[in-house]
């Protein structure tokens, strides 16, 4: 979406300097790798991320160390984005797979972003959309673990009721769905690290020192909505991608 959108805006020589990623992972080595090439000559591509979690950091930081990522001038800040200050403009912010984490927020962080960026900047947001099974799958979960208050469905924007939320503040945006799965076997692989990791994913929680007929309720919760594709275990995880230009 980023690429189709800068290619329709070259005539203003579109450039990218500074970039705001509210919970940065993995995805964002992807993402300072393609906007590299849109960094202007002679500049170094500033790369701002806001993190509370203090283990998410040290993820990413890990993550930052890989090839051709050591030129950015990176700047971590730990606090919640309904907390960070700053007078800085940015070409480009992204909440990617992060806005879930603060419910009832969403229009107030919007507003909030759209005045931080420059003039030609653009916010990205992806959720993945109601269809995703792992929004049953947290749900579950809270009622088994006596959680509800951990997980409330009706309080918790997944693409659909955010594009509801952009529309009633009168933004333009551009959207794309896109339909993604997980392959989640290792989940019902005996003393699987990978499969514990999904697990705790699939869950929103972690499950290391729950008990043993706890987590084999949770893996037929996930047998449930499986499905068989070449002998592997998948989930149907589709995404949805709002790019929201300043105006």
């Known amino acids: 979406m980023l690429e189709k959108h800068f290619k329709s805006n070259l005539s203003k020589q579109t450039e990218v300097s500074s970039v705001l990623s509210v919970g940065p992972g993995e995805f964002d080595r992807q993402l300072i790798q393609f906007l590299q090439q849109y960094v202007p000559e002679g500049q170094t591509l500033k790369y701002v991320t806001v993190e509370p979690n203090h283990v998410h950091r040290q993820i990413f930081e890990a993550t930052m160390q890989s090839?051709?990522?050591?030129?950015?001038?990176?700047?971590?800040?730990?606090?919640?984005?309904?907390?960070?200050?700053?007078?800085?403009?940015?070409?480009?912010?992204?909440?990617?797979?992060?806005?879930?984490?603060?419910?009832?927020?969403?229009?107030?962080?919007i507003l909030k972003s759209l005045n931080m960026l420059k003039d030609g900047g653009v916010l990205i947001i992806t959720l993945e959309t109601e269809e995703a099974v792992i929004f049953k799958l947290i749900n579950q979960y809270s009622e088994i673990a006596g959680k509800e208050e951990y997980?409330?469905?009706?309080?918790h924007v997944e693409a659909n009721k955010l594009r509801k939320i952009i529309d009633n503040i009168g933004l333009s945006y551009k959207f794309e769905s896109y339909p993604e799965y997980l392959d989640v076997s290792a989940c019902f692989n005996h003393n699987s690290e990978e499969g514990r990791v999904l697990m705790d994913f699939l869950f929103q929680a972690n499950l290391r020192n729950a008990s043993s007929e706890l987590n084999q309720r949770l893996l037929s919760l996930v047998d449930e909505v499986a499905f068989e594709e070449n002998g592997r275990k998948m989930l149907y995880l589709p995404s949805g991608t709002f790019l929201i230009p300043k105006q």
């Open 151 to 155: 997980w409330q469905e009706t309080s």
């Open 67 to 109: 090839p051709g990522l050591s030129e950015v001038n990176l700047e971590m800040h730990p606090v919640m984005i309904v907390d960070f200050q700053t007078d800085e403009q940015f070409d480009c912010i992204h909440y990617t797979h992060s806005l879930y984490h603060m419910p009832g927020q969403e229009e107030q962080l």
